[in-house]
């Protein structure tokens, strides 16, 4: 049973991350719309922003991916940026937020340049673990089923007829136009599996910090 104590411990932690994010999923469902600054965006940069840390505070003791993890590092570096496009756009200047993610990822190409056969093999280690596996499922589900989730098609069909039953109309035409009326039922869903997607990775983070530094200790012994 001893050895189950870090499962069941993780399985709580993970368990518990799943609930606060529901809260921020119910907290701006109430407010009737995900904005911008919705509690929905800040924690998606929030989870980012812990994902970027971790990856880096624990490279040092993680010698056997240290490369692995700070490449990860700027690339989450650069998603976390992309979250900001519109503040930095307005409140320093235009495309702000595409020179920043280029700084970043010009550091990132010149360590790996530097290291390129240590993060191949770094790579093809971690990719045997379950905790990658956790990471690649969330950064799929992001840039892949989100989109395609969020497509404006797939709401409008959903949509049409309730908007057609329920929706006042005046001289023949809606109040409410169907693309506005499916507009923040599609943004709050979207953005409500990109928060899923967000904890997904970082729990595929921290297990895959937690596989390093098991097999440093290893490597030390």
């Known amino acids: 049973m001893k050895p189950l104590y870090p499962v069941i411990i993780r399985l709580f932690a993970y368990a518990a991350l799943m609930f606060l994010m529901s809260l ?42 240290k490369i692995f993890n700070l490449a990860l590092a700027g690339f989450l570096g650069v998603h976390f940026v992309r979250e900001f496009d519109f503040w930095l756009n307005t409140e320093l200047f235009d495309k702000a937020w595409q020179v920043i993610s280029l700084v970043i ?5 010149v ?17 045997k673990t379950y905790g990658f596996a956790f990471f690649f499922s969330g950064l799929v589900i992001l840039h892949i089923f989100s989109r395609l989730y969020g497509r404006k098609l797939i709401w409008i069909d959903l949509l049409r007829d309730t908007h057609d039953k329920y929706v006042i109309s005046e001289n023949g035409e809606k109040v409410v136009k169907l ?15 990109e928060l899923l997607a967000y904890s997904i990775m970082l729990i595929g983070v921290v297990e895959m910090i937690i ?8 490597t030390q012994i």
């Open 24 to 65: 921020a999923i119910q907290y701006d469902f109430a407010e009737g719309e995900v904005k911008e600054d919705s509690l929905i965006e800040i924690t998606q940069e929030v989870l980012l922003l812990i994902s970027s840390i971790l990856l880096i505070s624990f490279s040092s003791k993680t010698k056997d991916f």
């Open 105 to 109: 990822v010009v550091i990132v190409l």
């Open 111 to 127: 360590m790996v340049v530097r290291n390129w056969r240590k993060l191949l093999l770094e790579t093809a280690a971690i990719t």
């Open 179 to 193: 693309r506005d009326f499916m507009r923040p039922v599609k943004d709050a869903s979207e953005e409500s599996i």
């Open 211 to 218: 596989f390093g530094l098991k097999s440093s200790r290893k």
